[in-house]
């Protein structure tokens, strides 16, 4: 509850933004998944009742923390898509690996999954009913089993971190580069396994903490924290539109391919129009100059791997 009057200060002190990693969004989605763990901690009774209860809990501590992906899976993605496995890989470990930790049933992460892909069904069909549409299928069904054949197997951490990061690059990666439009620079990038095995051991150490064990795995996250933040350099927010308003604009886009092209009509400001149509997503930026047609202005933008929003 306390991070809706965070990120209130945030936005007074920062402007207006629409990156899901800031801090206060991080903090309600840590809030969230803490909140889902404590439920499943209580919910193991044995009854019938208590296993379901246990079903949705660990389905809703999955749900909270695989929100961190959402940007990349609802295409407005504010870092690079290099990251995406990145991500997917350590909000896969930790989640499944809490629930694996709190309940250690035969199948429980896969319950999990599958769980959080009804829940994810329903939010999809509430959001199209109202006009916007559909987040993409949550692919986390694929990694729930590998989980549960290393628990039963016996693998350490290593093993299993290696199966969750080979699978997010071989299986959900270009699953989301054919449907989600994510970018062809994913499998290619030499970082992106390694990076994504590193994830998976910190979010499978973080889930099986233990007190003798906290030095060893605090360093570990501590690395891995500041070479992220060293290395993603910054977020473009689909929404940056901030500073003194320079007035009102009649805006005409139409999508043709890769090509998007762009009529401003400026009567109402025919001085001091802006001399470029920029397009910012993922880490990339294309722009090209309007040009000037009396008190309008005329442009055409091709794209690439990026989809007009």
Known sequence: MVSAPIDNVWHVAFGRDAVLWSPPHMLGIVGAMGLAFAMLL?????????????????????????FTVAEYETDVPQFAPVWYPVAFAFAASITLGLVRTAW??????????GGHAMFFLLVSLAVTAVGFRSPALPL???????????????????????????????????VRQRFNHLGRDVPGAAMALPLSWLASMAGLALAAWRKPRMPAVGRLVSVAVVIFAAITGSASAHDPGQGTPAGTVRWRAELRGHVIAVDVDTRALCHGVPG??????????????LMAGGCSRHATLRLGTCQAG
Do not use: E, H
């Not at 250690?104 to 999954?113: E, I």
């Open 140 to 174: 986390l069904m694929v990694i729930g089993p590998a989980v549960d054949l290393a628990a039963r197997r016996g693998w350490n951490t290593m093993r299993t971190a290696t199966a969750i990061s080979i699978l997010t690059m071989a299986f959900v990666v270009p």
């Open 42 to 66: 209580q919910s193991r009774d044995g009854t019938r009742a208590g296993t379901a209860m246990t079903a949705c809990a660990a389905s809703l501590v999955v749900a909270a923390g695989m």
């Open 104 to 113: 250690p049933a035969k199948s429980a992460a896969t319950v999990a999954a």
């Open 276 to 289: 470029r149509l920029v397009a910012r997503r993922g880490g990339q930026t294309r722009s090209t100059s």
